[in-house]
């Protein structure tokens, strides 16, 4: 009897579900990553979104140093918050199916005027109180997972890549001590 080397059989266990929709996904955003650095010279990241957009309707130097590629940043974002709803009101909501996602496996679908729609079971406070602890972390951590996950890790950058083992690290703990505490959405 053969059995599998062992990297795959890891893989199987930590991806029950195949690695297809991972892989996906990473050439997905390395391609968005690599277009923004190719078309700007700029390396892609969403942290410096709302001091961009504050650029528009401030005069502090904060603010005005993001001029020059504010208008991508919002594209950028725009694209992010865009590609997140058609996701969830087309894949997620089972209306296109694919081999990469199960349709109804997390969150509850409902109908609105014919249309089935998902939406999640984590609770807005929870959304929220996630949302600025997310925003502290990437002023703090000057810069969020995509600018350091992808463009920085991928240039190499010592800076980026202690950040990303920081996220990667305190996440972890975090997921560790909220399951051990029975937390759920």
Same mark, same amino acid.
């Given at each position: 009897?053969?059995?599998?080397?062992?990297?795959?059989?890891?893989?199987?266990?930590?991806?029950?579900?195949?690695?297809?929709?991972?892989?996906?996904?990473?050439?997905?955003?390395?391609?968005?990553?690599?277009?923004?650095?190719?078309? @700007?010279?700029?390396?892609?990241?969403?942290?410096?979104?709302?001091?961009?957009?504050?650029?528009?309707?401030?005069?502090?130097?904060? !603010?005005?140093?993001?001029?020059?590629?504010?208008?991508?940043?919002?594209?950028?974002?725009?694209?992010?918050?865009?590609?997140?709803?058609? !996701?969830?009101?087309?894949?997620?909501?089972?209306?296109?199916?694919?081999?990469?996602?199960?349709?109804?496996?997390?969150?509850?679908?409902?109908?609105?005027?014919?249309?089935?729609?998902?939406?999640?079971?984590?609770?807005?406070?929870?959304?929220?109180?996630?949302?600025?602890?997310?925003?502290?972390?990437?002023?703090?951590?000057?810069?969020? @997972?995509?600018?350091?996950?992808?463009?920085?890790?991928?240039?190499?950058?010592? @800076?980026?890549?202690?950040?990303?083992?920081?996220?990667?690290?305190?996440?972890?703990?975090?997921?560790?001590?909220?399951?051990?505490?029975?937390?759920?959405?």
């Amino acid at each position: 009897m053969v059995t599998d080397p062992l990297p795959l059989q890891l893989a199987a266990e930590l991806f029950p579900n195949g690695i297809s929709r991972y892989a996906v996904g990473g050439l997905l955003v390395g391609l968005g990553a690599a277009v923004i650095y190719f078309a @700007t010279g700029i390396s892609a990241g969403a942290s410096t979104f709302l001091e961009s957009t504050l650029s528009y309707v401030s005069d502090q130097s904060r !603010f005005q140093r993001y001029v020059g590629s504010r208008d991508w940043r919002i594209v950028f974002t725009l694209g992010i918050v865009l590609g997140a709803a058609i !996701f969830a009101a087309t894949v997620q909501s089972g209306v296109v199916t694919t081999s990469l996602y199960a349709s109804g496996t997390t969150g509850q679908l409902y109908e609105v005027a014919g249309v089935t729609l998902w939406s999640t079971d984590v609770q807005p406070w929870r959304l929220l109180l996630g949302g600025v602890f997310v925003g502290i972390g990437t002023r703090v951590g000057k810069g969020c @997972t995509s600018g350091h996950g992808v463009c920085g890790v991928g240039s190499a950058s010592k @800076t980026s890549i202690v950040g990303v083992v920081t996220f990667l690290a305190v996440a972890i703990l975090t997921a560790q001590l909220v399951a051990a505490l029975g937390v759920s959405p």
